[in-house]
């Protein structure tokens, strides 16, 4: 089957490439999505751009000397965008670095992020535009044949975990509305040396900041001791009682264990905190993607952990962005937390590529065990 390759770069130094790997792409079966190809539309090119990536299946990135111009409200070039959207939705990436070429400072330090990704991401180098064409085609035949990397592997017995009530204080905002939570634990791992929680705990704002996940006007919360790093998040105030408010993204934590957990609010409407079925899936995969995306995970297996806690009222429902509902069903009359202990293990696909398939039953697993104990 035909995918849809985005080819992402600064156009200045590197024209005879994009048109290489334009050619070579379709050459393939495939088909090739370059700015430069666009037909007019009424939005934005950003926009536009950022669209059309989410509709494609694979991201290439061409780094050339030049950063290109920054976007005011963010302070990042289009390309370094492309990347942090392309990384947030886990999708396969394959870098491309140019040699011979000196490199402006600001491509420089954009190339060091890039290169900070241990895994999920194929780099190569190339120095003449046949180089670049023999090593994308060599990658995408690859990735034509390759099947889901998504394994799973049966569980001796229930693994150890820190839920998010074992780690927040009581009445804290985390846990003060209905919240989702997910936990990602290795298995079989040893923990961190004090020195390298250190490193990766005063890391851990700049890694979720690079995610993509959350905007990047918002102002976070850091702590960190011996045990433990801990990103909180403001929870975004409403505008009236009756305000309908999405999903977002509350807080990340890394153990000394090497446990990473990241924790969100259900969406809500002047009814309360709405358990959806349509949106529960999507939300658990958006946070198995960001701890992904934080690039703190090694290859291995993990075992996955999702609860649901309920402090307040919820319901089964849909949420809609635009209005209040009237009515609800299935009203919870427990406050007991739902919680799901996995009997099996996931291969760090869960937290890319997988992230779907997982978050299904994840999901499912939640809204079944809510249906017998509410």
């Not at 050459?27 to 999505?33: D, M, T």
């Amino acid at each position: 089957m035909a995918m849809r390759i985005f080819v992402s770069s600064v156009s200045e130094g590197l024209v005879e490439e994009r048109q290489a790997c334009k050619a070579i792409i379709r050459a393939l079966g495939h088909n090739p999505v370059l700015f430069e190809d666009f037909t007019p539309q009424s939005e934005p090119s950003r926009e536009a751009c950022l669209r059309e990536l989410a509709d494609s299946d694979i991201y290439v990135l061409l780094l050339g000397p030049h950063y290109g111009h920054r976007f005011p409200d963010t302070g990042t070039s289009p390309t370094h965008e492309e990347w942090v959207s392309a990384t947030a939705s886990g999708m396969p990436r394959i870098v491309f670095r140019k040699t011979g070429a000196t490199f402006e400072e600001e491509q420089q330090a954009f190339a060091r992020t890039v290169s900070d990704y241990t895994s999920g991401v194929f780099r190569g180098s190339f120095e003449k535009t046949h180089e670049l064409t023999e090593l994308l085609a060599r990658k995408v035949r690859e990735l034509e044949t390759t099947p889901s990397q998504l394994s799973y592997t049966p569980l001796a017995g229930p693994p150890a975990i820190d839920w998010l009530a074992d780690f927040s204080e009581r009445g804290s905002s985390s846990l003060a509305n209905c919240s989702l939570e997910v936990h990602v634990s290795p298995i079989d791992a040893t923990n961190y040396p004090s020195r390298v929680m250190s490193q990766i705990g005063s890391s851990l704002d700049h890694r979720l900041r690079s995610s993509g996940f959350v905007p990047g006007s918002v102002g976070f919360d850091v702590s960190a001791d011996s045990e433990s790093a801990r990103v909180q998040l403001p929870q975004a105030p409403r505008a009236s009682w009756d305000e309908p408010q999405a999903g977002q993204v509350l807080g990340i934590r890394l153990s000394k264990a090497k446990q990473l957990s990241a924790w969100a609010s259900l969406p809500r409407d002047s009814m309360g905190s709405i358990l959806d079925r349509s949106a529960l899936p999507d939300q658990i995969a958006n946070l198995l993607r960001l701890l992904g995306a934080l690039n703190i995970l090694e290859a291995g297996q993990y075992a996955i952990h999702a609860g649901i806690n309920r402090n307040s009222s919820l319901t089964v429902g849909v949420f809609d962005p635009q209005r209040s509902r009237n009515t609800a069903s299935l009203l919870s009359i427990s406050d007991k937390p739902l919680r799901y202990v996995p009997d099996e293990s996931a291969s760090e696909a869960a937290l890319t590529t997988g992230a779907s398939e997982v978050a299904d039953h994840l999901a499912r697993m939640l809204l079944e065990q809510f249906q017998r104990a509410r």
